[in-house]
């Protein structure tokens, strides 16, 4: 993978890492409502979430972006940032090929072990040996609970490194063509710190965000549109 095509990519990888980010966190996040709410988590949700090999889900993708971008971006002082990021996004990968386990575990087995169990033809010692099996299934209720506290936990600070990271890229107008056409999502993901991500990522104003998402619609060709972020830069601009 040549040093050159990298470079050409970085502008898109940046934007790649974070959209690909928010679109997960928040599925993750209304699937965590839904385990608060039930007590268990869907082995489905997760096989489509990371995928496979020669089919990767929406996480395996960011993984690998991730990898791709900080593992190759041009050392400097966010590089740290970068570097934590690119863990990050890592291991949020790693717990859910545990979680997507122990779902696994819950949906095939718990259901067949605890049916065994109430059988009235199992010697003492097949219903022992259930017994002592069974408790082990009955423990990835425990294992779910702390991957899902653990990747929540990556979730919130990954939401804070983005803030501290992106000001590196505030001329890059694909990110802010993200930032401009996928407000309402990227809201729902940072919440509460979503304004502070804008205003870090242009200090000199939310206009220039509209400037530069306007200058990425007019190079693919979408006129209209571009107009109407260029009308939003005029309305915020100072002065």
């Not at 993708?61 to 990021?85: C, I, M, P, Q, W």
């Not at 804070?160 to 993901?189: D, K, T, W």
Request: glycine fraction near 6%; aromatic fraction near 12%; charged fraction near 25%.
């Amino acid at each position: 993978m040549s040093k050159s095509w990298l470079k050409s990519k970085h502008d898109s990888f940046v934007r790649d890492v974070l959209r690909d980010f928010c679109q997960i966190a928040s599925a993750m996040e209304t699937h965590f409502s839904d385990y608060d709410a039930s007590g268990s988590v869907s082995f489905h949700f997760f096989d489509d979430i990371l995928g496979r090999q020669n089919s990767k889900g929406l996480l395996w993708r960011l993984k690998d972006t991730s990898h791709l971008l900080f593992r190759n971006e041009e050392r400097t002082n966010f590089a740290v940032l970068g570097e934590y990021l690119d863990w990050a996004l890592g291991y949020i990968f790693h717990e859910c090929i545990k979680l997507k386990e122990d779902a696994y575990q819950q949906m095939n087995y718990k259901p067949r072990f605890k049916q065994l169990q109430q059988s009235t033809s199992l010697t003492p010692e097949e219903q022992h040996i259930g017994s002592e099996l069974y408790a082990v299934i009955r423990q990835t209720s425990e294992s779910i609970e702390r991957e899902v506290r653990r990747v929540r936990f990556i979730l919130f600070h990954c939401k804070r490194m983005f803030i501290l990271y992106l000001p590196l890229h505030h001329e890059n107008p694909l990110l802010a063509r993200f930032l401009y056409a996928q407000n309402s999502l990227v809201r729902s993901v940072f919440k509460g710190y979503a304004d502070e991500l804008i205003g870090a990522v242009y200090v000199s104003g939310v206009h220039r965000m509209y400037d530069l998402a306007a200058q990425s619609l007019e190079e693919g060709g979408w006129i209209d549109e571009a107009a109407k972020a260029r009308g939003l830069a005029r309305e915020h601009r100072p002065g």
